[in-house]
């Protein structure tokens, strides 16, 4: 008996039907997006892979990730969200759920399609973006430009879904280490000029108890409360004095100067020893899990530049309150890595898989208003 013949993706192929090529999509001012067939070019500038939703229903984004040296090849690919036929949008949403590309829907469609995207421009709930700014060639140059990292973001997200939070915090350490020692974040390291590692300070993290109420205030505005190693390892041990202090009901976690905090510290990345003690450090020796167990008894109150492990981890707080000038980055995809201070986990469970992975992919700062209408924040403070 002859064997059948496969899918790309290793499935059993439909009785006639062939995947519908990848196809590159032309701008013309009288039409909008022409859609035809040709050479798909791959550098970042040229015109965006674009399919239509019956497409992505036949296969057309299935087609093989990786390049025979494996390199890989159009790792986003963005969809047309025209109006479509019931059972074809369902088709196109269980193909949508199986493939290895980042998905980018423009416009609106089938609730059930546009959960299975990675991600829409347009209205619509958590699922999408609706923002004039929004750019699909935004997003598309940020996912040339580091793939690995992109890709693993998204894979990451759709995979810790529903998981348990400190399973899904593994899985986040996992993916980090693994890009640590990828070629994007060594492109990203060797582009720096070396900076010297700032001297300890004599209190990185401040105390003050009234009765069952633990004020914690990070303390190197100097800084800008850059996370490194001695501010992370002091919040930790300060979350660990609430976490086994029953009699403490209340914590209230600030920064001090004009950042609640910056993000990692840039002089301190690419030190760690191994790849395997900074995986055990993250996760057993972070702050993440402290917060998250504590939830219901931390309210974080952010302003300021709350750039990456400044919204990843007062994102597992129970109540997030940001002062108006605030505003929220997540700038490591950039670099060649994803959010590695639990943000791959605490910022979807507020708002969603889709618009963390916009925020990652594009850096863009996301301003307080935004926030609290996306629900990353509870309130905003005058």
Known sequence: MPAQRQHPRGRPARKGVRPAPLRRCVPTRRHGPTIHSGPIDTSGRGPAVHISVADLADGAADLPL????????DPLVTVDLAPADPAVAARAAQRAGDCDRILIGLGTADPELLRALDLTLGAGGREAVDDPAASPDVLREAVTRNPHASLLLRDVLRTTEGMPVDAALDVESYAYSTLLGGPEFARWLAARPPRPVPPEADD???????????????????????????????????????????????????????????????????????????????TRGGAG??????????????HGPCVGAGIELPAFAGRVTAHRDATFRLPEVSMGLIPGASGTVSIPRRIGRWRTLYMALTGTPV??????????VDGIRP
């Open 66 to 73: 990786l390049a025979p040296d494996g390199s890989v090849h």
């Open 204 to 282: 990185p993290v401040l105390l003050a108890r009234d009765a069952g109420h633990l004020s914690i205030t990070l303390n190197r505005p100097e800084r800008r409360n850059a996370f490194g190693r001695q501010l992370r390892d002091a919040l930790v041990d300060a979350l660990t004095v609430a976490a086994s202090d029953p009699a403490i009901t209340r914590v209230t976690l600030r920064g001090a100067g004009p950042a609640f905090c910056s993000g990692g510290d840039l002089a301190e990345f690419g030190a760690a020893p191994d790849l395997a003690t900074a995986h055990l450090v993250r």
């Open 289 to 302: 899990r402290l917060i998250h167990r504590l939830a219901g008894r931390v309210e974080a109150r952010v």
């Open 367 to 376: 301003p307080a208003e935004t926030a609290l209408a996306w629900h990353l």
